[in-house]
């Protein structure tokens, strides 16, 4: 069974810095796009960055120069390290990414990380 899992969320004061990491797990043969969203209570889930399997990278306007995508790739693996955080980061981050399972590519998500910016 193929599952994206998240790790690395938490409470963190603002001006700190947190990673997230998740982990592609399953019969996968590789993985294509990669991509961290969030979403705020009450607010509708937002795309903040993705890393395509060339490691291109975009960013949400709101993030840029302080959030930073990367991937291994021999892991399956993509990280999101976040610095310079505000309250307004304050979310669950979720991990999303294409995925070729079998003869097919698939979209996936994680289940979510809580991310907590506040003093």
């Known amino acids: 069974q193929v599952q994206l899992v998240e790790s690395g969320g938490g409470l963190v004061q603002p001006g700190g810095s947190l990673r997230l990491s998740c982990a592609a797990s399953?019969?996968?043969?590789?993985?294509?796009?990669m991509r961290w969203y969030r979403q705020a209570p009450g607010k509708q889930r937002e795309l903040v960055a993705t890393i395509t399997s060339s490691s291109r990278t975009t960013y949400a306007d709101s993030v840029k120069g302080r959030f930073t995508i990367s991937r291994d790739n021999a892991k399956n693996t993509v990280y999101l390290q976040m610095n310079s955080l505000k309250p307004e980061d304050t979310a669950v981050y979720y991990c999303n990414a294409d995925l070729l399972v079998a003869d097919a590519f698939k979209n996936y998500w994680g289940q979510g990380t809580q991310v907590t910016v506040s003093s």
């Open positions: 399953g019969s996968i043969f590789r993985a294509e796009s």
